[in-house]
């Protein structure tokens, strides 16, 4: 009964830094875990980032550790994606996910554009 959206994603230059937001516009009273994936044209969707349910573990894709930070709101179905120093190889569609654990993310945003220039 999760209905996530995303917002955030936009254009910006190599270098520079972007957040990402996925809030739950349902009416869940269940806290899940959530996650971030992105998927770029012409290549398969790529896990990001996850965080528990209750926020006290954090999974990153080596690709974007030190650059990128997970976080959510305290009891809510909402994360964000803190993205610095941005690389254009970052392009992609980014897509927000929850679920009873990391592992079983089933519910998914619409996903936004990130476009990262040089």
């Known amino acids: 009964q999760v209905q996530l959206v995303e917002s955030g994603g936009g254009l910006v230059q190599a270098g520079g830094s972007l957040r990402l937001s996925c809030a739950d516009s349902g009416r869940t009273p269940t806290t899940y875990a959530m996650g971030w994936f992105r998927q770029a044209p012409g290549k398969g969707r790529e896990f990001v980032a996850t965080i528990s349910s209750r926020g006290a573990i954090t999974r990153y894709a080596d690709s974007v550790k030190g650059r990128f930070t997970i976080s959510r709101e305290n009891g809510k179905n909402t994360v964000y994606l803190q993205m610095n120093s941005l690389k254009v190889e970052d392009t992609a569609v980014y897509y927000c996910?929850?679920?009873?654990?990391?592992?079983?993310?089933?519910?998914w945003g619409q996903g936004t554009q990130v476009t990262v220039s040089s």
């Open positions: 996910a929850a679920g009873m654990s990391t592992q079983t993310l089933h519910s």
